[in-house]
């Protein structure tokens, strides 16, 4: 029995180790700063439990969210001006609820979202002036709840979303 025990107790703690999750509830990236500080302060999170909102005026880069697999509930990205592409995201296979992607006016392509397989909510991409195609998104499969495509005036390549079976409305 105490082996049974330890060997459950190891299990479990091999488990956690490996895959780690960290901000519950709506967080909100504002800064830079924030962003790298996230890597800093979690560098075992894989999984952001709540919903995250990245907007502001002096972000330039998502590396501290390379290690980023799941988004549990929503991601947002808006009104980023001075970001130029969606490094950091590469890893990212499955996004919960919404995900959307708003005044980015520097994002010439979302090629960094190729990993995602799976969006459960919105997925929306909006008021993104360079951008050209949407082939990042190639690999989802799920059925997002809708799917929006607003003020892109360069996109002319949508075939990014071919494989989508479907869309769901409710």
């Known amino acids: 029995m105490k082996k049974v025990f330890l060997y459950l107790s190891f299990l479990v703690f091999s488990i956690s180790a490996f895959s780690q999750s ?12 924030d962003i790298d500080n996230f890597y800093i ?3 075992d999170c894989n999984t952001i439990e709540g919903n995250l909102m990245i907007m502001g005026n002096d972000i330039t880069n998502l590396n501290g969210l390379q290690n980023i ?4 509930a929503g991601l947002w990205i808006e009104d980023c001006p001075l970001l130029e592409n969606l490094t950091g995201l590469q890893n990212i296979n499955y996004v919960g609820d919404y995900f959307e992607l708003g005044t980015l006016p520097l994002i010439e392509h979302i090629d960094e979202l190729s990993s995602i397989t799976y969006v459960g909510g919105a997925l929306d991409i909006v008021n993104m002036p360079i951008l050209t195609n949407i082939n990042g998104l190639e690999n989802i499969v799920s059925s997002p709840t809708h799917l ?12 990014g ?6 869309i769901t409305t409710l």
Do not use: H, K, M
């Not at 697999?69 to 549990?72: L, N, Q, R, S, V």
């Not at 929006?148 to 075939?159: G, R, S, V």
């Not at 979303?161 to 479907?166: D, E, F, G, M, Y």
């Open 69 to 72: 697999t799941t988004f549990e």
């Open 41 to 43: 302060n979690n560098p």
């Open 161 to 166: 979303v071919r494989n989508l079976q479907s």
């Open 22 to 33: 960290c901000l519950p509830g709506d967080n909100y990236f504002s800064t830079q700063a």
């Open 148 to 159: 929006l495509f607003w003020y892109n005036p360069t996109l002319t390549d949508i075939e």
